[in-house]
């Protein structure tokens, strides 16, 4: 399975029939979120962690599909837990997709990995008519008759993307021109997206792409612009710091986001006191949010590598670590022309191989952690950094939550009156104070 990625990737509107393998990924190289609000919910535990964004859309129908859904991951994943004896940490991870279509549609992917003794990604697929009123199938989407012509562009695109792995009974199957085989599908501006689990028509789930113009005799849907963001080139208006190398200084971090909501209210707390954060970005969160990225570099800034789905590295295989963290380092590059220096590896889970495929960044942990994600209080979390902050501090949080942004905002001038000059991890290391902090 390789991860497709296209250079510039919001410049590019593609018409090409297109199909994918999956890993939290869309065609276009970002995860999309038209719709909703994130919600993010973390579980660490001895044996095992969850990593779970799902949106609230606020319509009952869809939000209550969402949660049945989520409902049915985790409870699988509990109950395959009391037998799994495996030395890594089991993992679920659960991220989304969302669009909106013509104003009206609205479509909610679901990704759903799983890490115990075997690897499994699932995705599930919500579409709601906002003029209906209710969730949809393809069939309320394509006129009768849809399915011969998309049975052969499905087929078509697969034979060409995997040569080798469609002569198989269960393909020749579950792409047959039969409505049930389409059902898992979402409506983005550009294209219908149709999705294969796992094990169905080939070993590993995939997605077909057909831009609405190939199926013109079946839908009235046409493709709608969509965003177009400028790469960022310019380094001149960088701001210039005045860092005293004798006085104490800190890095706040903030990991998982960036988030529209939370970013930009950190973003503002930081400017207004002039000082730096680094923030360890989603590489499938940086093309949707181009301009917070490009912000943070312009204000001085440092974004750190995050990888691209926050899977657990540890339990991949060198090539898929490889892939998580290359196709983060290009992601982040094609929006603000800066490769990140520093990678922080989710659950900062590391190993000689994750070493390895850091090429040469610099594998960055934290030395003091708010617990921000499981507390969700702003109190506790101010509470937890100025009980405990030193020179030298690489501090744990995540841009993900209202009450770590309320913290940020109250910490950031209380730090500065205590003394810290708040840097970046990179001038952490600059000025040789990363010994107090626990980097490796
Ligand atoms: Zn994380």
Redesign the pocket.
Known sequence: MKIQKLLCPLLIISMMCGCNAHKALSSNGGVHQEFGDSQHEKYYEDTYMM?ITYPNVHIEEVDEAIQKQLDICKQAFQSKLKTYAGKDKAELNIDYQSYLKDHRYISIMLDVFESLDDQHEQIYTIVYDEEKEQIIGIEDVLKDDFSKTVSALVQDTLKQQYPDECETKDFQLHTAPAPANFEDFILRKDALVLYFQEGRVLDHSVSVEIPYEDIDTFTSMKAEDVAVFVPYEDFLNEPVKNIDPDKPMIALTF??GPSKKYTPAILDALQEHQASATF?V?GSRATEFPDILQRMVLEGNEIGN?TFS?KQLTTLSKENIEEEITHTQETIHDVTNKYPQVI?P??GSKNDTVMECAQGKKIVTWSLDTLDWKSRNTESVVQKVLADVKDGDIILM?DLYASTAEAAIILIPKLQEMGFQLVTVSELYEYGKHDAGKIT
Request: avoid cysteine; charge should be negative; glycine fraction near 0%.
């Open positions: 990593n990991d998982d360890f989603l995050h926050h922080r989710p659950y995540h």
